[in-house]
C-alpha cells in the first residue's frame, strides 16, 4: 500500500512538472503565467522533502493535485479565458467566465483539508467546533493574504495587471473571492472530515509501526 500511494505520488508529481513545461511554453501572457503557478512551484520541492518526514493523507495529495491543475490552466490562459470558463457560461448562461472562482473555492477547500490535517496529527486543537471554527479562520486569512498580493500587483504593475486579477470588470470581486474560499472550506469540512478522520489514523498508524 505505500509502495502504491508513492508510485502514484511520484505519478503526480511527474505530471505535474509536465503540465508546467508544457503550459510555460503556451501561456498567453507569461508574467502572468509565473505569478499564478508560483504556488505550485514552491508546494512541490516541499511535499517532495517532506514526504519522509511527515508524508500527508493520500486525500491531501490528490486535492493539491487538482488545485495545482486549476492554478496551472489559470496560469496559462489567464482566468479569464480558461475554456472550461466558458463552456460553464454557456450551461449556466452567466456573463462572465466563472474559472476564477473555481480557482478560489479550491484556495478555501485545499488549505481547510492542509490545516485539518496538520491541527489534528499536531495535536494543536482540542474539541471539534474549535478545529472547525480555526481551519476557517486559517483559510480566510489565506484568502486575504492572497486579494493583498492581487492589490500589491495592481499597483505595481498598473493596468498590466488586468490579466492576474481576473477581475472582468466586477466591482465587487475581492468579495466573491473570499467568499468562494469560504465555501470552499466549509464544503471541505462538512463533507470530507469523516473520511479524513479514517485516513489521519492510518497515517498515524503506519508511523507508528515504523
Partial sequence: MVNRNLNGILLGGIS?????????LHAYDSLTWVMEVTPVIIALPILAISYRTFPLTSLLYFVIFIHS??????????????PLGFEIVQWLDLSRNPYDKIGHFMQGFAPALIAREILIRGNYVNGRR???F????IVLAISASYELIEWGAAVWLGQGADEFL?????????QSDMFFALIGSCVAISFFSGFHDKLIKKVGQNENSR
Avoid at 69 to 82: D, E, H, N, S
Avoid at 166 to 174: C, E, K, P, S
Fill in 16 to 24: 505535474l512538472v509536465a503540465l508546467l513545461v508544457y503550459t510555460g
Fill in 69 to 82: 491543475i486549476v492554478l496551472i490552466f489559470g496560469g496559462m490562459y489567464t482566468y479569464a479565458r480558461v
Fill in 130 to 132: 474549535m478545529l472547525n
Fill in 134 to 137: 480555526i481551519v476557517i479562520c
Fill in 166 to 174: 481576473g477581475t472582468q470588470g466586477d466591482i465587487w470581486d475581492t
